[in-house]
């Protein structure tokens, strides 16, 4: 009788368990309210796309701009790598960069600067609107520096001039391939944290 009685208190310690939290390296969000579905953007090709169709890839979405003179260049260096760690996994990783100057970063020029990191990743953009919203969706901080005195006479001069430097947030979102957002990734992350983090999310964790 006592071990009917001992296997049911162990069967009741076990249903009203918690299950053990997922170890990431980086930042696990999910369950937070954040992102959208980016429909109203086209990619460097021209093609209209939203996260759904990257649904059964990890997703990495984050906001940059082509004239970005540190962390963009830095942070596109970091998912190069890691996806060339990842080998025939990174098939299934997608990198999305948003462009956070649609008025100078062309679809040539996104498609250009892309690919030199990997001829898989993908820049983003938008009208100025839906640029805006967007980072609303992803919390993302955006503003450009204003020209003043001479800087801003020649800039007057010169339409469409090279833009001044945008300050913008510097992190990355990671959704599974469930299409649901888990991860926030630091731009100072190491790229073993992301490989073992992407791998992570690839095996269903």
């Not at 462009?99 to 970063?105: A, F, G, I, L």
Request: glycine share 8%; charged share 20%.
């Amino acid at each position: 009788m006592w071990r009917v009685l001992l296997l049911c208190m162990c069967s009741g310690l076990f249903a009203c368990s918690e299950p053990a939290p997922v170890e990431f390296r980086n930042t696990n969000i999910g369950g937070v309210e954040i992102g959208g579905s980016l429909a109203a953007f086209k990619d460097h090709s021209g093609h209209a796309i939203t996260l759904n169709e990257f649904k059964g890839k990890a997703v990495v979405v984050f906001f940059g701009y082509t004239s970005c003179p540190d962390v963009c260049p830095t942070t596109l260096a970091r998912l190069a790598e890691a996806m060339k760690i990842l080998g025939t996994d990174a098939e299934r990783v997608q990198v999305l960069m948003l462009t956070v100057d649609p008025e100078h970063d062309t679809p040539e020029k996104l498609a250009a600067y892309m690919t030199a990191f990997n001829p898989s990743f993908l820049g983003l953009y938008g009208d100025q609107a839906a640029t805006e919203a967007a980072a609303k969706a992803f919390r993302v901080f955006v503003r450009a520096e204003t020209p003043t005195g001479h800087e801003h006479a020649h800039a007057e001069q010169e339409e469409k001039a090279a833009p001044v430097r945008i300050d913008h947030s510097t992190g990355s979102y990671v959704f599974d391939p469930a299409g649901k957002v888990r991860l926030y990734v630091r731009d100072d992350a190491s790229v073993d944290a992301m490989v073992s983090d992407l791998k992570g999310l690839l095996a269903g964790l």
